[in-house]
C-alpha cells in the first residue's frame, strides 16, 4: 500500500481506472477492520449510495475534480440525517436536521462524506483525550505505548494518516488542524478566519473558529479548499469575496520569497530535535530561492493568555444552548440537586452535568468568570486588547516578510495519559498555533521530518491575510523537493 | 490565589453546572492554575488600545427584509427530547 492523494485518485477516477463506488468500499472496509477509534459514526449503505450518484453523475459528463471522491467528516459538521456529536455525550444520538455549508458545498461537486470522525469534546483539547466517545491512537505509534494523534481534529487526522481516507475535514480554533497534522505527518490548513462557512458547524468559540482541509499533500489542501470555501449569508462572518482558485499558484517560482524566522518561536521551549530539522528545512527553502531573516512577534507569549480568555468566555456562551430542552441529552432524574434552585434550573445543571466532560466543564467555568459582573474589564476587555497587539505584531512583521515560518508544536506526539493530570501544560501545546488564531491569518502545518525514534515533526508556514494560494505554493514547493509527506505510518490501512 | 469552594459554586451556578461537594477543591485548584497562566495579562499596559473583537474589522451585512426561511418547526422539534404541539416542555416554573 502507497499513499493516494486526492490528485492521483482524482485522475484515476477521470479515466474510469476506479470507480467511486469501488474506492468508497474499499477505505469502508479499511475503516472497519482498523482498530485505532478515528470515527465515531459510520454509515456504509448511504456512503456507498452516494458513490453510486456520483458514479452516474460522471457517466452523465460531471467532472468536477473531486466528484467521487470520499473524505472523512469531522464530527462537528452537522449533516442531515447523520449522527451529530462533537465527541459528546452531551449530542449522543442527535441527528442533525441540516447540513453545514462547507460540508454541503462538498457534496454539491460529488465528494462522498465517508463518516464521522472522533475529536475532542467540543473541540476542546490537543490530545484528542476528552472526547465521550474514547481516545484515538496515532498511527505513527510505534512502540507498546500508544501515543496521542493531537486534538482536537485527532480523529481526522488519524483517519488519513492510516490511509482510512484520503484526505479529511478539520477546524481550528487555537491549532486544531495544524497540532494534529503536526503529530500525524500531515497537511494541514488553517484558512483565513471568514474563508469557509460556520454555518451547521458546531460553534466552541466563534471569533477564532475556522475549517480547513487536512490531506498528504498541499496541492490536495488546495483541491479542497475549493470545494469547502465561499461566501454564505447563512454566516454573518463570512467573507463576501469573488470565488478564488487555491491550486493557482501551484508550481510558482519562490526565489526571492522573504521567509521571516519568528525568533520567539525558536525560545527555549522548542525541542531540541524539532529546532535541528528547523534549521534543515530552512535550508532547503534558501536552496529554493528563499530569503531568511529574523522577525519578531513580541507578544506571542500573550496569546496563550489571552487566548485561555477569550475562547472560554465565547464557548461559556455558544454551549449554554444545549440546556436539555431543544435537542441533545436531558437529565431523567434532577430533583435531588441540592440547593435553592427551581426544577427548571435543577433539570438544566443536572443535564449540563451529566452530559459534559472534565475539560468542557473548566473552560465553561472559565469563561462564566472572565465575563461575569465586575471581572469584565480586567479579563474580556483586556484580553481583546492584547488580541489587538497580536495581530500588530503580525503586520509589522509582514511589511518585512512575505511568509513566517516556524515550528508548529513545541514537542512531537506525546503518550497518552501523560498530560491529562494538568490542563495549563495540555495548552501548552498551542503556543506557536494560538496567535494564528488571534490574528485570524491562514497557516498551515506540514510534514518537516523525523525525530530519532521516528516520529513526525511539523513545519508551520503563516500568511498574510487572504494569501492562501501563494502559502499553499510555497508548501508545494518544499514538497517537490522532499518526501516527508509521503512516507507511511507504522499503522495503516485496515492493521490493528 | 485559589479559589476557594463557595467561589468555585458561585461560578458553577453562573455556569448552570452542578459540581459535587468533594469534586469542588479539584476544580478550584484546577481553575487557579489556568487564572495564574491568565494573569500574566495584568502586567501589559494597554491604554489606549482598542478591543479586538473580530479577526477584520468588517460591519454586519444587512439584506432585504423579505422571508428566505420557510416554518419547520415539525423538524426540528422532532429532535427534542420533550415537545408537544409545537410546545417544547419543561419543569413546572409557575406554581
Not at chain 1, 479499511?30 to 458514479?55: K, V, Y
Not at chain 1, 460531471?62 to 452531551?90: R, W, Y
Not at chain 1, 484528542?128 to 491512537?137: C, F, L, R, T
Not at chain 1, 465553561?364 to 500588530?392: E, T, W
Amino acid at each position: 500500500m502507497t499513499i493516494s492523494t486526492l490528485k492521483q485518485l482524482s485522475a484515476d477516477l477521470a479515466k474510469g481506472q476506479v470507480s467511486s463506488v469501488e474506492l468508497t468500499k474499499q477505505y469502508i472496509e479499511r475503516i472497519q477492520a482498523s482498530s485505532i477509534n478515528a470515527f465515531i459514526s459510520l454509515d456504509p449503505d448511504h456512503a456507498i449510495a452516494i458513490a453510486e450518484e456520483a458514479d452516474k453523475r460522471r457517466a452523465s459528463g460531471e467532472n468536477h475534480s473531486l466528484l467521487g471522491i470520499p473524505v472523512a467528516q469531522k464530527d462537528i459538521f452537522c449533516i442531515e440525517g447523520t449522527q451529530t456529536t462533537c465527541g459528546s455525550k452531551m449530542l449522543e444520538g442527535f441527528t442533525a436536521p441540516y447540513t453545514a455549508t462547507v460540508i454541503e458545498n462538498m457534496h454539491q461537486q460529488g465528494v462522498v462524506s465517508l463518516g464521522k470522525t472522533n475529536m475532542d469534546e467540543f473541540a476542546m483539547g490537543s490530545s484528542n483525550e476528552s472526547s465521550y466517545y474514547g481516545p484515538v491512537i496515532n498511527p505513527w505509534t510505534n512502540s507498546a505505548s500508544p501515543l496521542v494523534p493531537g486534538g482536537s481534529s485527532g480523529g481526522s487526522a488519524a483517519a488519513v494518516a492510516a490511509q482510512l481516507a484520503p484526505a479529511a475535514t478539520g477546524t481550528d480554533t487555537g491549532g486544531s488542524i495544524r497540532q494534529p497534522a503536526a503529530f500525524c505527518n500531515l497537511t494541514g490548513l488553517k484558512p483565513s478566519y471568514g474563508r469557509c462557512s460556520r454555518y451547521g458547524m458546531i460553534a466552541f468559540a466563534s471569533s477564532l473558529d475556522q475549517a480547513g482541509p487536512m490531506t498528504h499533500t498541499a496541492e490536495d489542501a488546495a483541491m479542497l479548499l475549493n470545494t469547502m470555501a465561499g461566501f454564505d449569508s447563512k454566516d454573518s462572518t463570512s467573507l463576501d469575496l469573488p470565488a478564488e482558485n487555491f491550486c493557482a499558484e501551484l508550481g510558482d517560482s519562490i526565489e526571492g520569497l522573504k521567509l521571516g524566522l519568528p525568533k520567539e518561536f525558536f525560545g527555549d521551549g522548542l525541542n531540541d530535535e524539532i529546532r535541528t530539522l528547523m534549521e534543515a528545512a530552512i535550508k532547503h527553502f534558501e536552496s529554493l530561492g528563499a530569503k531568511v531573516s529574523e522577525i519578531t512577534l513580541p507578544n506571542a507569549e500573550l496569546a496563550l493568555p489571552s487566548y485561555y480568555v477569550i475562547a472560554p468566555a465565547e464557548a461559556s456562551s455558544n454551549l449554554s444552548r444545549f440546556d436539555g430542552v431543544r435537542y441533545g441529552h436531558r437529565a431523567e432524574n434532577y430533583s435531588d440537586v441540592k440547593g435553592d434552585f427551581s426544577d427548571l434550573e435543577k433539570m438544566y445543571m443536572r443535564t449540563r452535568s451529566e452530559g459534559f466532560g472534565d475539560e468542557v466543564k473548566r473552560r465553561i467555568m472559565i469563561g462564566a468568570y472572565a465575563l461575569s459582573s465586575g471581572y469584565y474589564d480586567a479579563y474580556y476587555a483586556q484580553a481583546q486588547k492584547l488580541r489587538r497587539l497580536i495581530s500588530n505584531d503580525f503586520n509589522s512583521a509582514f511589511a518585512e516578510c512575505d511568509i513566517i515560518l516556524g515550528p508548529t508544536t513545541p514537542s512531537p506526539a506525546f503518550q497518552a495519559g501523560s498530560r491529562t493530570d494538568d490542563p495549563v501544560s495540555m495548552y501548552l501545546n498551542d503556543i506557536y498555533t494560538i496567535p494564528v488564531n488571534l490574528a485570524g491569518l491562514p497557516a498551515m502545518s506540514i510534514p518537516g521530518g523525523f525525530t530519532q525514534s521516528g516520529l513526525p515533526v511539523g513545519l508551520q508556514l503563516i500568511a498574510p491575510y487572504l494569501k492562501e494560494a501563494k502559502l499553499l505554493n510555497v508548501a508545494h514547493r518544499y514538497q517537490q523537493e522532499t518526501d516527508w509527506h509521503l512516507q507511511q505510518a507504522p499503522i495503516h490501512g485496515g492493521q490493528a | 490565589m485559589a479559589l476557594d469552594n463557595e467561589t468555585v459554586k458561585g461560578i458553577a451556578r453562573l455556569a448552570r453546572l452542578e459540581i459535587a461537594e468533594e469534586d469542588l477543591p479539584k476544580y478550584g485548584s484546577e481553575l487557579s492554575n489556568i487564572l495564574l497562566l491568565v494573569e500574566r495579562m495584568e502586567a501589559v499596559d494597554t491604554t489606549g488600545i482598542d478591543p479586538m473583537t473580530h479577526p477584520f474589522d468588517a460591519h454586519l451585512r444587512m439584506r432585504d427584509d423579505v422571508v428566505t426561511e420557510t416554518n419547520q418547526r415539525e423538524k426540528f422539534q422532532a429532535v427534542a427530547p420533550n415537545a408537544e404541539t409545537g410546545l417544547y416542555l419543561v419543569p413546572q416554573v409557575i406554581d
